[in-house]
């Protein structure tokens, strides 16, 4: 058996059935961030992401653009679970016949990005390898009574998101602004019962929401905000790598979010008990297509 | 320019120079691992370090021993900075046609590790990628007053050095264990001024020290212990990722140290002045080679 057989999540929840953790770990594997006990009021996120050339960008791709994304990807977790990010640290996997020119553009998206972000860049580690490796762990911290997590989903929640949707493939995956300010505004002003970044699909992603809430939900496929670039709503039902956040709350805190008009919060469902499934109702309002789709690595 | 024109620590230190951090990072890059400040008594320790097959290891070794070696390298930095391991998230680069069996391998040989040394794995994120590449980060905590960097050794401290050097290519370095007990032991009962574990190579990693605390060192070859695989002095001199500490304190403490008798802390040298350099006096006792070798990425 090979893990294509078993695919990505197969293999995540192999490992997660092994692993062990002690009182000090809030929230372990199977989250945006890892979530640890820090002082009387916070807690500290960990998250850690790796993008491979070939798989997560182009070896074309502009490096400045890689080395942003590289850190983004890892803020966008963050975001998710209700966090300031504060400290990364950085593996690079380069070829020795790499243009020092290239790892310097690398360097500078990735240095911009974490001034802009106020991140400290506290160590790395560089290794020989034939295509390009980063890897960015993170660290941040998020006040008790202001972290998201994936499992507090409740039947009656309104679906929200930030954005639009579908227009990764069209470069967005390496442009992407990860949804700091948002996330920030969403948890400092109302209740949030759950939020998750938006890296595998909209459908998928919710699907993680739902199985981590034992809940099911509806999705308006008309109400999903459109990128300019999508093709139509199937790139937003599926579409990886948007890092738009996705998020519930009661019903009331939800028209108190979407009448703030401070940043665009769009409702697209409703969370319903988990007998219900995962469906989304079209255009002509027929009862949907109950479907899973999205990014799988294997 | 290519990168191996300006080499690995080339590389570092033009990253370095562009890396700005605020007043909670007591020490980023440079040291074995960054450190945080955390409250009152403790500091944050935070480390990442990326194993790629076919550099750090061989296609053919048993998954199991590289699932460790991924986690006890970082449990290393920890341990040379005086600290106890604590957190851990792992990034996995895997080929979708790998054996289920060789990653059911990998995990047991990491999650034993990680039992062993108390340490939770709270986190991962998996890629797909052509090679087995693994990055391990890793949280640790040290006190305030037991913190060692590369930073405090002072002319006329003892140079001393774990265990015995010169078998890593022989395997030593997919089952070294990780010297926790001796750097807890160190740190608890004596002062050490400066420490580093040798990843690099006995004589580069010293000169990691002497750079950093401005001074210069000599070393008594016939001194160096020598594993029995080491096929001399000079396997021992310039062998990469033994993962012994080597570390230095004044001369009264390292006599404590020695005669201590708990663990096998050999010395082999002592810290000199800056203008000295690096020496180091041969078995014939003649005025030795001043000379730089061990392991750079390229």
Do not use: W
């Not at 002082?39 to 074309?60: E, R, V």
């Not at 999508?230 to 996705?246: H, I, K, N, Q, Y």
């Amino acid at each position: 058996m090979r893990l294509k057989d078993i695919g990505e999540f197969g293999l995540i929840k192999r490992f997660q059935g092994k692993i062990k953790t002690d009182s000090s770990v809030v929230r372990g594997s199977g989250d945006d961030c890892a979530v640890l006990k820090l002082d009387k009021n916070n807690y500290q996120l960990f998250t850690c992401d790796m993008i491979i050339a070939g798989t997560d960008f182009k070896s074309t791709d502009d490096p400045a653009l890689v080395g942003r994304k590289a850190l983004a990807v890892s803020i966008s977790d963050i975001c998710a679970c209700g966090g300031t990010p504060k400290y990364a640290v950085v593996s690079l996997g380069l070829s020795p016949n790499m243009l020092v020119t290239r790892v310097d553009r690398l360097a500078k998206g990735m240095f911009e990005l974490a001034k802009k972000y106020r991140i400290n860049i506290v160590g790395g580690d560089i290794s020989s390898a034939d295509k390009l490796i980063i890897d960015v762990s993170m660290l941040g911290v998020v006040e008790k009574d202001k972290l998201c997590l994936r499992s507090g989903a409740k039947p009656g929640d309104i679906i929200m998101v930030t954005g639009s949707l579908g227009s990764s493939i069209k470069g967005k995956h390496l442009k992407f602004e990860p949804r700091l300010k948002e996330a920030r505004f969403l948890v400092n002003n109302f209740k949030i019962n759950s939020m998750i970044d938006v890296s595998d699909g909209l459908l998928q992603d919710l699907g993680h929401i739902l199985e981590q809430s034992s809940s099911g939900a509806v999705i308006y496929e008309k109400l999903i905000p459109l990128s300019r670039e999508a093709r139509g709503v199937d790139d937003a039902l599926s579409s990886g790598e948007e890092f738009e956040l996705l998020f519930t709350a009661s019903r009331d805190q939800a028209s108190r979010i979407i009448n703030s008009s401070k940043y665009r919060f769009t409702p697209i469902g409703e969370i319903m008990p988990k007998a219900f499934g995962l469906r989304t109702i079209n255009a002509e309002a027929c009862t949907g297509r109950s479907f899973k789709t999205g990014y799988q690595h294997f």
